[in-house]
């Protein structure tokens, strides 16, 4: 093939789903060998839309995909793997119950390899880009960042000569997104084509040679990585310019609202999930929770809010045991949950019901009689929409229709409404985009400023510093350290996070707490 | 022990319906499928076995006429739940009503042609389907009757399960379609034709489950029609399926244990221990209940139903 080409040229792309939504519009697309090109746009920009009809999940409605510069027509995965793109997907596509090679071996073509001769092949790639993989493991046993190896290997193993990361780094540590970063430089040294999309602005500065921006659907620009800032990365992106700051007021902190002593909880797989957990929540502060996906910040939120009982140790309320006492208690306590588990619907909120049916869930119980009255849930729906602007065609619209930032808002609103002495929210922001995480980050400073006491399950470490006040840092259960947001990096957080600071542990929390 | 033997050997026969019944179900359940019409496949392949055993006098024909009316069963809840993406559990059931309800009534339409009032598969078939005998190994004491006398549906049973584990173990078609049954998007996304070869599993298995209703009517009933002669063996496979953790060798023993508590009633001495008969009927179902809550009790990844079972796929699903 010959380099000078484009290794893959979209001109006028258009997709459309249904009649009402045009997810990509005429977007044109250059992407070379030996270069890395980040994909940027908001939520609802039609990044990944774009990069399905790549792959052969979906079909373009018009316009025409060059690779090595001729027209092809991608039809089917199997299409797209012929042509050399490899795509690592945001979800992972692998089975849970295989092992790293089985996983390899799916779909491929020809007679099926010996087991030593597959191994041999992986092992060669695996030096050459620095990949670390157990062949022989099994995909449920892996962290997220294993088993992303296994998907970037799946590619590699077939001979991609394209490859495209959906969102690669949103559920890695940032000592697991520098080896990422490191491989993926690897590739692009070897001459491969690489699209990788994140929301993430300082990685995009920091690994991609250029930028292509997406804003509804169309495209706005291609601009050289160098030559670029966040800020004008951002204002390409919403379209208007922007403050990136989070804001973080001061307030007055009330002590020892919510005390956790010792707290121990089993997890479902019969290993401790929680592992004598202390800590304090005082009112008034954001309490951030930092930690890699399955350190049990699930079971934290879960069990303080009464959900999951636990084994040992001791939640008090304001000098109040909750142990014992139901959900139901708990809430009425004020103790308010917000939890974002992956679909955000399966907890919060009932997806077939609207925004008034939404509301009652949390109210019903205090009207007095048989009947509901649906008259007060209403006017407090009404009264969100205005205050938080969530846009929705109307109260009985069902909620899984709307957006994942108004669906959020409806939730945390109506957790706010309850008045809580403590709120508990958990990926607040995740899937989000700039204009309703900043949104989000105001309605969780308001409360603070209101002397609730706010803990924050988050992912992005930027956002935890920049929010909260202090920040517990999770790993495998045990808390790895409880420290001051002002004064931490996120290097520290990271390796808190992977359990690499645990000898330190006692130096930082006595310092910071 | 030759009362043993003979419970042992009463106890294979008995389970083979349900091997049949058992290895169908797993080839749905493996591609993502949980087909509950395994009672009217296999009431399908009873009567097309029947009826064309009956018709032709011939055997392989009957045979052939079992496995095409269980795939034609199978093949409409394909279709249905495939390309249509109906819900697993309504077409299942549906399949079962509309295969148990068919059969009766075709039952019925040759009894009252018939002047006996009653149907019999003519000699010449039920003589092939007489047990096996193979000079030098079948005439063994113990070894002969436990393994090498039975009718020929036992050995063409625990072949299609043996076949079943090679394909489902060694080859790169069956990792694949394990990995279908698990996760479709990555059995898709890394080139697998999903809907193809959920296509092939459902109508094989189905052809599979009508062998084990023809079964029923010439073996255990003899070659004699009565209605509902599958009898709520189809349930019982669907149960097998779990208990064997969706492995075809399973699936083997399996249902020769249920076979076994099958024909326990007529192996118990009546004098000593006496329970109801329908004690003994009640048994296999009894015992199905059991299995399935300890099952869903236990936790362990890879006996677990392939992950994606009961769920449709859809390539464009946002």
């Known amino acids: 093939m010959g380099k000078n080409e484009y290794a893959i040229e979209c001109r006028g792309i258009t997709k459309r789903f249904g009649s009402k939504v045009l997810a990509n519009d005429e977007v044109d697309l250059q992407l070379k060998y030996g270069e890395i090109l980040a994909l940027l746009g908001e939520n609802g920009s039609g990044k990944t839309t774009l990069m399905n009809m790549l792959s052969g999940i979906y079909r373009p409605d018009a316009g025409e995909i060059l690779v090595n510069g001729t027209e092809v027509f991608i039809n089917s995965p199997v299409d797209s793997m012929r042509l050399g793109i490899g795509m690592i997907h945001q979800h992972f596509k692998l089975v849970d119950v295989f092992s790293a090679m089985d996983n390899i071996a799916i779909g491929t073509k020809g007679k099926r390899e010996a087991p030593a001769k597959m191994r041999e092949k992986i092992n060669f790639i695996s030096e050459r880009f620095g990949l670390q993989i157990d062949p022989d493991k099994k995909i449920y046993d892996m962290s997220v960042s294993e088993k992303q190896t296994v998907e970037i290997m799946k590619v590699l193993y077939r001979g991609s000569d394209i490859l495209i990361l959906d969102e690669p780094t949103a559920v890695l540590t940032p000592q697991e997104t520098e080896r990422l970063f490191a491989i993926l430089r690897k590739m692009r040294a070897e001459g491969k084509a690489i699209i990788i999309i994140t929301h993430k602005l300082n990685e995009v500065m920091s690994i991609s040679d250029r930028v292509a921006v997406l804003r509804k659907g169309k495209s706005v620009a291609t601009v050289e990585t160098a030559m670029t800032d966040e800020l004008k990365l951002t204002e390409l992106m919403v379209g208007h310019s922007v403050d990136l700051s989070i804001r973080r007021p001061e307030t007055e902190k009330k002590e020892g609202v919510l005390r956790v002593e010792g707290l121990s909880v089993m997890g479902s797989d019969g290993t401790r999930a929680l592992d004598d957990v202390s800590f304090t929540l005082r009112g008034g502060e954001i309490l951030g929770v930092a930690g890699v996906a399955g350190s049990g910040q699930k079971e934290l939120c879960e069990t303080i809010t009464g959900l999951l009982p636990y084994e040992s140790g001791s939640i008090k309320l304001e000098e109040m045991e909750l142990k014992g006492k139901s959900p139901f208690e708990i809430l009425n306590l004020g103790v308010s949950i917000s939890f974002v588990p992956e679909d955000r619907l399966g907890m919060g909120l009932v997806g077939s019901m609207g925004i008034t049916d939404n509301m009652l869930l949390r109210t019903y119980y205090k009207t007095p009689g048989y009947f509901i009255d649906r008259k007060p849930a209403k006017a407090m729906a009404d009264k969100l929409i205005d205050k938080l602007q969530i846009l929705t065609p109307g109260t009985e619209t069902p909620v899984r229709l709307l957006s994942g930032g108004n669906v959020q808002k409806v939730l945390l609103g109506r957790e706010i409404e309850a008045a809580p002495k403590v709120l508990i929210t958990a990926y607040a922001v995740r899937g989000l985009d700039i204009n309703s995480s900043y949104a989000i980050y105001d309605l969780l400073n308001e409360q603070k400023e209101k002397g609730v006491a706010v803990l924050n399950v988050g992912e992005d470490l930027d956002v935890l510093l920049g929010l909260c006040d202090r920040i517990m840092v999770l790993c495998h259960g045990k808390v790895t350290g409880i420290v001051d947001a002002k004064t931490t990096t996120k290097e520290q957080l990271g390796l808190m996070m992977t359990g690499a600071m645990r000898d330190h542990r006692t130096e930082t929390e006595a310092a910071h707490v | ?318």
């Open chain 2, 1 to 318: 022990m030759s009362f043993m033997i003979r419970f042992i050997v009463a106890a294979v026969v008995a389970g083979t319906p349900l091997l049949f019944g058992t290895l169908g179900e797993i080839m749905n359940e493996r591609v993502g499928h949980l087909n509950l019409g395994v009672e009217g496949m296999m009431s399908l392949g009873a009567v097309a076995g029947f009826m064309v055993g009956y018709r032709t006098d011939n055997f392989a024909l009957a045979l052939i006429a079992a496995f095409a009316a269980g795939a034609l069963g199978a093949l409409i809840y394909a279709i249905v739940t495939v390309t249509f993406m109906a819900n697993h559990t309504v077409a299942g059931l549906t399949l079962t009503i509309f295969g148990i309800g068919l059969t009766n009534v075709i039952g019925f339409h040759y009894l009252g042609m018939s002047e006996s009032g009653t149907l019999k598969l003519p000699e010449h078939i039920t003589q092939q389907m007489r047990a096996v005998h193979i000079t030098g190994l079948s005439d063994v004491p113990v070894i002969g009757p436990l393994l090498f006398q039975y009718n020929p549906f036992v050995y063409v049973g625990i072949v299609i399960a043996v076949l079943l584990a090679l394909f489902y173990n060694f080859t790169k078609a069956g990792l694949n379609v394990r990995a279908i049954g698990e996760n479709p998007q990555a059995a898709d996304a890394a080139g697998v034709h999903v809907l193809a070869w959920k296509y092939v599993n459902i109508v094989i298995g189905g052809g599979i489950c009508g062998i084990g209703g023809a079964f029923t009517i010439m073996i255990t009933n003899g070659g004699v029609w009565i209605s509902d002669c599958v009898g709520g063996l189809g349930w019982i496979a669907v149960a097998l399926v779990i208990f064997a953790t969706w492995k075809p060798v399973n699936a083997i023993w399996g249902s020769f244990v249920f076979g076994a508590m099958r024909i326990l009633k007529y192996y118990v001495n009546k004098e000593i221990i006496h329970i109801p008969d329908a004690f003994y009927d009640m048994l296999p179902f009894l015992v199905t209940a059991v299995i399935l809550v300890l099952v869903s009790a236990r936790q362990v990844r890879d006996k677990a139903q392939p992950a994606a079972c009961g769920t449709n796929y859809f390539r464009e699903d946002r």
